[in-house]
């Protein structure tokens, strides 16, 4: 990322990611990553999500932790803290050309199974739970989208949206904060990091706003929309470092 132009389209992508994420319980990796790895590379990109998901969950779980359901949370978050250092493995060895062919294709493919709400005995019950959560960790610490994964366990076990928000805030801040544990945390300008601050903070409001003025269905199409578009674009910028 370099001047003016590409610090402003930063805190643009982390005011969009976060707006979706405070909207939706989940969402910033799947808008904002993609674009996050083009601007600041594989690293700094993927921590970054990682760093904003887990403030953004954080702002949203202080407002609905009475609603969370810790034992139905647990299993997931075991298996999903048990796989993130594999996925920082990664991260860190993966040469960066192979890493986007591979966040491309994980954005991507996430976005596709979600729109398709893919059925699965296997994502039911806590085998389910123990499944879902060991591919999300590795998922959002290696690429930064761990959230999918999560959202198709609900989806199989019959979790309402408003049952799904507070409990995949939980998620978030659990995850993303062992995974920065691990990775670290993202090393940005000051004036980059004053960029993000407001974006996220900007972001929290508007999500708020929006979650009594925009109903689910068109908030999830725009969501998976730009992911799609993220994970593709993802995907040919590393095929063409090849």
Known sequence: MSGYGGELLLGLV?????????????????????????????NSGVTLANFAALAISAVGLAGSWRQVRPGAMLPLMAAAVCT?????????????PELLVGIGVLVTAAALLVIRGVRAAALRGVG??????????????AAGVGGPAVSLYAVNSGWTAREFVPNAQLYGVVVNAFSLAVKG??????????????????????????????????????????????????????????
């Open 128 to 141: 389910g739970a123990v499944v879902a959560g060991a591919a999300s960790g590795l998922m959002n610490s």
């Open 185 to 242: 945390v993202p090393q940005l300008d000051p004036s980059a990091w004053g960029l993000v601050t407001v974006a996220l903070a900007g972001g929290a409001v508007a999500g708020r706003l929006l979650t009594t003025r925009v109903p689910e269905p068109r908030a999830r199409t725009v969501v998976l929309g730009l992911a799609l578009a993220g994970g593709v674009s993802t995907l040919v910028k590393g095929v063409s470092g090849l």
């Open 14 to 42: 982390v005011l969009l990611g976060a707006t979706v994420q405070r909207l939706a319980g989940l969402g910033f990796a799947l808008v904002a990553a993609p674009v996050l790895v083009l601007l600041l590379g594989p």
């Open 84 to 96: 993130v250092p594999a996925g920082a493995w990664v991260a860190a060895t993966v040469p960066t």
